[in-house]
Every structure is written in C-alpha cells, then in structure tokens.
C-alpha cells in the first residue's frame, strides 16, 4: 500500500510540475506579446497583468508540494551532518509533525478563507476563491506525503 501511494504521489508531483512549467510558458507568452503590442501600437492589448498574478500565484502555491515531496525544503545541513542518527530521527519526525499541522490548519480554516474571497478578480473575471484553491490542493498532498513519510519511518518499511 505504501508504494502504491508513494508512486501516486511522484505522479502527482510530476503533474504539477509540468502545470508550473506551462503556467510559466504562460505568463511568458502573454508578457512577450503584451512589449511587442505596446511598441507597435502604443496601447494595453488586455488583461495581461492581472492575469500574469493570478497564474503566478496558482503557480506558487502548486509549487509547495513537490518542493516538499522532492526533498527541497529547507533544510539545516549543519545540523544534520552532526547529530546522531536518533536525534536525526527525532529532528524529521518533528519537522513532519510541523508540516502536517500547519497543513491541518490551513484545512481548518478553509471555509473561512474563501468566504472572505468575496467578488471577481478586477479583468480576470473568476470568483477570488480560485486563486486559493492550488494552495489548499498542495496542503492536502503535503499533508498525505507527510503522513506517508511518518508511517514510513515507524513501520521501518522504506527509507524516507
């Protein structure tokens, strides 16, 4: 079962990898087309700075999940290299719990969050709640992965 999740999750992972590559690719595009517009005909051809933040943010808060699925949080190297293995242990597992709490209170707060994103975001046109959605997609893949890594480390079944 274990595995089956992990891979599902390295799938998902990859997912939105390949979402921010094209959310970039995106803005790129918009951005390049929105200089030559403006040079040749000395006007603003759209929307193209609210929509540039509206998929920058979608961007970043899809990019929390496999900042952390991939080990590239952050990390206190100096610390690592010189502890002993059970404080190594002890030092993950709180940072897992660290993780997975933030996580849950992020969830808890949902309803919340989204009945304040009232109205349309100005030139873009979609409901203000849309923008929190990646964030709280990625919350709750990170809270599985982190879920996942503890179960790992205590049923000693795969190394994290």
């Not at 603003?44 to 540039?52: A, F, K, R, V, Y």
């Not at 943010?57 to 990019?63: A, H, M, N, R, S």
């Not at 719990?97 to 309803?111: D, E, K, R, Y």
């Amino acid at each position: 079962m274990i595995v089956y999740v992990s891979k599902f999750l390295d799938r998902i992972s990859d997912l939105f990898v390949a979402l921010i590559c094209a959310g970039i690719a995106v803005m790129t595009v918009i951005n390049g087309f929105n200089i030559i517009w403006r040079a040749v005909f000395d006007s603003e051809p759209g929307p193209i700075l609210p929509w540039t933040v509206a998929i920058f943010i979608w961007t970043v808060f899809l990019g929390f999940f496999p900042m952390v699925h991939e080990g590239r949080d952050v990390s206190l190297e100096y610390l690592r290299e010189r502890v002993s293995a059970p404080a190594l242990l002890a030092m993950d597992v709180v940072t897992d719990l660290i993780m997975l709490i933030v996580a849950l209170l992020i969830f808890s707060q949902v309803g919340k969050i989204i009945s304040m994103q009232v109205g349309t975001v100005p030139l873009v046109g979609f409901e203000r709640y849309w923008l929190s959605v990646p964030l709280f997609v990625s919350c709750g893949f990170i809270a599985l992965e982190v879920a996942l890594r503890l179960l790992k480390r205590f049923s000693n079944r795969e190394t994290v």
